[in-house]
């Protein structure tokens, strides 16, 4: 943790990461709820609200469109990822180094690290080397930090995120991306462990408007900077009237229902 | 996935590779159909065909031929390949450099990824390396995407296709090589999940003319760049009226029929 | 062994190390005693205790709180850790450069050794290249030496622990932290095993201020140059006065009773 | 497969290589038919011999033995190897780099592929590396491309000796070694499938003069270009009377029998 | 093998190794029967003895004791080594680069290779890059050849050890440190496959007086160049009468009862 390392990526302390790599984690079927998002020119569209810090990608991604989008997009590399045709115990290929990230305009790296893994070890070690070609490049790194692997039953009980977060600060991360706990409570206590890295919660699949919203607001006063976002986002009809509320929500520190309603949103809706 | 990176390897956006790896991959067998194909400077000749925009070889063959062939082929040096003596779970030796290939005058670089496979992300990383190499010599890189191995009983299903080509995109490929999916609107899939990267089907074992052309057809139609053929070229007695009839499918988007019957083919001979 | 390579982290050729990986090693729950220990900063505090001579913390803490205790704090980089979130054979990723290191102004380096574990040999070559780089950077080098993994029934047995300590000299240590043998007599057998290479005992898990500091006494007496200690100061509700008491142990050679007494504590007080 | 590269151990583009690694790769066992074989001047003495175009030594033999050669003896340096001790799945360790080789005074460089084995990419990895630091400093490239391991029943079969030979070229190798596969139409087809990569017999274990030198004529009039022969030699008791008559079979392409007796051996003698 | 690659660790060709890398490699115990012997300082006083050519010990050892120690010793760094805490198949790590060697001022390196291990290719590859790094930097190279591991029952059979010592012929070490195969007619025959490779025979456990120079006499007589001891030396009582006897039998080519009166021994004593 450098201060001011993730100056890039973040507005007044806080983010909003635009996750855009589950064509590579997940596959085409994470594009079906919304045909057209399977066009990277649309999300980039997305990341240029002004409520997006930064835009997370692969670097084939990275490199057909960024150049188009460099003057009005902050660009989170995400240097390791693997398809789930594999299906063997959690690991990641590391799929651009760092200097190809920095050639491409990369402002942060983003890394996952899978605690519990048998993988763990090779993991932290490239990330180890992630973390300090980022620093020689004044780039900022994030850790998506996942606990996962054998052993592992919970991977979203307080005691697991607290440390995943605990392992961002310790191993020199600007931001740990954690999955939300469950509760205020337990993100407070990870927001706690994680010191001045700060901690952004992950959005994992897709729910309805106002819960999403108050999972975000419930993070935000516990503590966490931000969020990284994808599905909650791309998969919606109305993505840019949910980033409107997001901003009101991280940004602006609103609840949940009043963010929604100056959105344009129906904080009252049902569920889609 | 950079604009024009490709550019020594396509025709109008088009492509036509043919491959000639099956001494390597399958062995001597590829060759019975046509004894004299065991001889690379077969293949040369054809590859000055103006319908093939580049030949796919191993570093061997490049070294032994292409100086006799410089100006006339465009030269696709496949990095990795392995011999079907082996056995184990799908993975592939990295027989070339990159900067070896340059050396040898090769205008992109092939590389086949197993996604899927237990060695898909030790793959993934060799891939890494040798795309980030082949940028810093201005080469094209063309992925073999062909998800293989525990776990993935249907290799040509729409999905696997799809995501076979989407990993092409998002690891930094300029054109994904697949098998085709089995119908057009399977090809059309992979198609729009590949973006700008440009997919080209992969020809297969040899089938006969009409029903063979008729797939590419289909295949381009579906918005597929071209085709990656060898078998299905040099297993022929007669391979430049194929390359005759491929170059109507491919660049003057002739029907299947139609570009054999300019070619001189026999559009309703039974299969051979 | 290099004399005087351990300068900085010494005081009259005793040593004090204030151990505070635990976040990593552990996780949050070592900080639940007492919870505010989770922060780091309360932890550098500490460590500008005279009786401190090197705090020993993962790269990221380092990064975030040192650019503030520079002047004050000597530090021990820890370079490798993992989490107890993976369950293998013992094992430790390197999670930080010697280059990094010296570029945060470390003054020494940590490393662990599992001698015994199927991966002894892995992280003895590790060690081979962090102790050589250490020595280009004049700093003074710290083995964890933990015999640990298959086939090692008791860690902590006279003959494992002299061994462990062995292993520090031969292995070019400035300095063997091994867990106390359980006597005197064990650990002044450990203490001549490793020769020049100076013997710190491991604190261990918290335990009351007497057979703490009564532990502490008869392994100096035994010949042990100062010890490591985590738990048992920061978990404390008054570390200082214990690190007051460790000043008189280590340093002055006074009973842990009499030290205690100097310290303001009561040597008669029962455990807490 | 460079035109040329190979003209230092060859003769009119033919080639005997005298192998002697067998103290490697057998042990004491294989001097045991004449026991001052053992001792390498001997063998170095036999490659003066005008019909030797190499000597095939690892090497610690080419170091201690080769600078009182270097103007008699052209050397082929194996640069994998490993004992018989070793009982896994075939390797070959990698004994000597190819920058050591060249300062050596190498002329060329010998490298085992074993495909089939579990070992075959890996080992084809190490081939890649040393081919192309080979192709630096101008020296041939010799492949002894031996099928082996899981999964093959028949290694000289002669559809696996044609895909060994293919293999050859394939990846690069200017000569490639293959076992005799049993008939002159299968050699024939062997060196077909290596085009211009030239095929040399292994010579095998030791069998009586005239049968021996039938097999060479064999497969000379097959196309190979020459033979690798260690045993067949050097258990001899007048190894310089076959060496006569391998010169006879293969630069003069007399019969077996003519060179027998041009040599002053006994054509009609039964098997020793 | 380089002709006098290896003379500022011999004398007049001949070799007697005082070895004492046991505290890593078999821990306190060995210290057990002299304790004084746990300190290196006695056992490099020992080994300015006029008829030791070199000390072999570990890194740490060296870089402490060594610099005291340079002009009247010379100094052969074991790089490899590891506990017997680790039980599995045979292995070693490389504790120390040869460059490092050469800083500390070493005239040969010591490196062990258990030929028939599971882990010999490893460990022959790792002898290649030592070997070529020690010629770099003129030193000697002298290989621990200690064939052991799965499939070997008898490690000091005739035709193990002459295997052994070939080994150390065919990879290039200059001096071949073998166990005593039984008989002066085995070593005789592991020291003709040595070639100009020179064979010490390893010294083992200890024995008494008598017998252990009889079978150095013995060995010397078969043409071993000497002796690698580490236990029969430093576990005696009077090291120094045992290493003046060793002079006698070694570099004056005396019997072993006569060189034991000389060096003030009774030739005649029963085992100690």
Same mark, same amino acid.
């Given at each position: 943790?450098?201060?001011?390392?993730?100056?890039?990526?973040?507005?007044?302390?806080?983010?909003?990461?635009?996750?855009?790599?589950? @064509?590579?984690?997940?596959?085409?079927?994470?594009?079906? =709820?919304?045909? %057209?998002?399977?066009?990277?020119?649309?999300?980039?569209?997305?990341?240029?609200?002004?409520?997006?810090?930064?835009?997370?990608?692969?670097?084939?991604?990275?490199?057909?469109? *960024?150049? *188009?989008?460099?003057?009005?997009?902050?660009?989170?590399?995400?240097?390791?990822?693997?398809?789930? $045709?594999?299906?063997?115990?959690?690991?990641?290929?590391?799929?651009?180094?760092?200097?190809?990230?920095?050639?491409?305009?990369?402002?942060?790296?983003?890394?996952?690290? *899978? @605690?519990?893994?048998?993988?763990?070890?090779?993991?932290?070690? %490239?990330?180890?080397?992630?973390?300090?070609?980022?620093?020689?490049?004044?780039?900022?790194?994030?850790?998506?930090? *996942?606990?996962?692997?054998?052993?592992?039953?919970?991977?979203?009980?307080?005691?697991?995120?607290?440390?995943?977060?605990?392992?961002?600060?310790?191993?020199?991360?600007?931001?740990?991306?954690?999955?939300?706990?469950?509760?205020?409570?337990?993100?407070?206590?990870?927001?706690?462990?994680?010191?001045?890295?700060?901690?952004?919660?992950?959005?994992?699949?897709?729910?309805?408007?106002?819960?999403?919203?108050?999972?975000?607001?419930?993070?935000?006063?516990?503590?966490?900077?931000?969020?990284?976002?994808?599905?909650?986002?791309?998969?919606?009809?109305? =993505?840019?009237? $949910?980033?409107?509320? $997001?901003?009101?929500?991280?940004?602006? %520190?609103?609840?949940?229902?009043?963010?929604?309603?100056?959105?344009?949103?129906? =904080?009252?809706?049902?569920?889609?």
């Amino acid at each position: 943790m450098i201060q001011h390392a993730d100056d890039a990526i973040t507005r007044d302390g806080k983010i909003l990461i635009l996750a855009y790599d589950h @064509g590579l984690e997940h596959g085409p079927v994470d594009f079906e =709820p919304n045909p %057209e998002t399977a066009d990277p020119e649309r999300v980039f569209e997305l990341a240029t609200h002004d409520a997006v810090t930064a835009l997370a990608v692969q670097k084939g991604v990275a490199e057909a469109y *960024y150049p *188009y989008y460099e003057t009005d997009v902050s660009l989170l590399l995400k240097l390791n990822g693997t398809s789930n $045709l594999w299906m063997g115990e959690p690991d990641s290929a590391v799929n651009c180094s760092v200097e190809y990230a920095a050639d491409l305009g990369a402002d942060a790296i983003g890394f996952t690290l *899978y @605690g519990g893994s048998n993988h763990e070890i090779e993991m932290a070690e %490239e990330f180890r080397d992630a973390q300090e070609d980022a620093r020689d490049h004044d780039m900022g790194v994030v850790m998506w930090s *996942y606990p996962r692997g054998q052993g592992l039953k919970n991977d979203t009980s307080s005691d697991t995120i607290a440390y995943a977060a605990r392992q961002g600060l310790e191993l020199g991360a600007d931001v740990a991306k954690v999955k939300y706990p469950g509760s205020a409570d337990a993100m407070a206590e990870a927001v706690r462990m994680a010191g001045p890295t700060k901690v952004v919660m992950s959005g994992g699949s897709k729910t309805d408007d106002r819960s999403f919203l108050e999972t975000v607001e419930s993070a935000i006063d516990a503590g966490a900077k931000g969020l990284a976002v994808g599905r909650n986002v791309f998969q919606r009809e109305n =993505p840019t009237q $949910l980033l409107d509320a $997001l901003e009101g929500v991280i940004f602006e %520190e609103l609840s949940a229902a009043e963010a929604l309603r100056q959105a344009g949103g129906d =904080p009252d809706a049902a569920a889609e």
